[in-house]
T-cell receptor, first 111, second 112 residues
């Protein structure tokens, strides 16, 4: 079993739709959680951190469920520019701690 | 303010050769991690450097080695290249433990 697993996707949605991605992690000692966005043949870019209380950034909402060991990303009012691969990342709050990436979920927003 | 810079951007090597990839972290960042990303997969952790020491290592063979310099820049060395080493190699840095990483644009390595 992989340390970080994501919805297989791909997700194909119309503009304006709401879409949600889930990600589960296996290590209960994980302390840091992030969502990254990666465009085709580009580097991953940090989209948002995920906090225990949940957090929102415009159309994006991230939530963490430590008991069930999963995080989620909700995108409201999808735009064409949201088309990308979304990577779930789990890590540690130490300088010796690695960050583990999921394989990503591909989102295509269509007109 | 330059972000994470990597060189070279593209590289073609022959099986069995050795390669060195370079990374300069974002200003103010002292922790550098290296990742390998194969097509269609998420980045796989190779190793992390902090205070010039390898602090954590992923499931990669000893052919993969690295170094961090006093100015926090880093190198990734791969010996005895295999065809399967063809991938995008990403360097990432962060300022503080618990922060998200900032990635460089990567080095695309092709082994023929």
């Amino acid at each position: 079993r992989k340390e970080v697993e994501q919805d297989p996707g791909p997700f194909n949605v119309p503009e304006g739709a709401t879409v949600a991605f889930n990600c589960t992690y296996s290590n209960s000692a994980s302390q840091s959680f992030f969502w990254y966005r990666q465009d085709c043949r580009k580097e991953p870019k940090l989209l948002m951190s995920v906090y225990s209380s949940g957090n929102e950034d415009g159309r994006f909402t991230a939530q963490l469920n430590r008991a069930s060991q999963y995080i989620s990303l909700l995108i409201r009012d999808s735009k064409l520019s949201d088309s990308a691969t979304y990577l779930c990342v789990v890590g540690y709050n130490t300088n010796a701690g690695k960050s583990t990436f999921g394989d990503g979920t591909t989102l295509t927003v269509k007109p | 303010d330059a972000g994470v810079t990597q060189s070279p951007t593209h590289l073609i090597k022959t099986r069995g050769q050795q390669v060195t990839l370079r990374c300069s972290p974002k200003s103010g960042h002292d922790t550098v991690s290296w990742y390998q990303q194969a097509l269609g997969q998420g980045p796989q952790f190779i190793f992390q450097y902090y205070e010039e020491e390898e602090r954590q290592r992923g499931n990669f063979p000893d052919r993969f080695s690295g170094h961090q310099f006093p100015n926090y820049s880093s190198e990734l060395n791969v010996n005895a290249l295999l065809l399967g080493d063809s991938a995008l190699y990403l360097c990432a840095s962060r300022e503080t433990a618990g922060d998200g990483y900032t990635f460089g644009s990567g080095t695309r390595l092709t082994v023929v």
